[in-house]
């Protein structure tokens, strides 16, 4: 089974920059799609971002289209997500998830790291 962790989170300003890695162990990485999944306080967690395997098709969240980045690296077990021209609606706690396919679903959660955008 595959496990999940992440990090780069922090507390930034409006039109700052973060990226977030998903390192990952146990298991074959490149055999899974990887997501990004984000939840505000108070909100249900929703979808961010999703790579597929080995060819990089991504997937974004229209919110996020043209701002951030989803990226893999197999040789290092480890999923990015490279977030630009942040806003304060961007804060939440973001997880990483594997699946199996882009579209899910995504058995396979980390803990969480939480981005704070300050105006």
């Known amino acids: 089974q595959i496990q999940l962790v992440e990090s780069g989170g922090g507390l930034v300003q409006t039109g700052d920059s973060l990226r977030l890695s998903c390192a990952a162990s146990g298991d074959n990485f490149s055999t899974y799609s990887m997501g990004w999944f984000r939840q505000a306080p108070g909100k249900e967690r929703v979808f961010v971002a999703a790579?597929?395997?080995?060819?990089?098709?991504?997937r974004y969240a229209d919110s996020v289209k043209g701002r951030f980045t989803i990226s893999r690296d197999n040789a290092k077990s480890t999923v990015y997500l490279q977030m630009n021209s942040l806003k304060p609606e961007d804060t939440a706690v973001y997880y990483c998830a594997a699946g199996r396919a882009l579209q899910g679903p995504y058995p396979y959660w980390g803990q969480g790291t939480q981005v704070t955008v300050s105006s």
């Open positions: 790579i597929t395997k080995i060819n990089n098709i991504t």
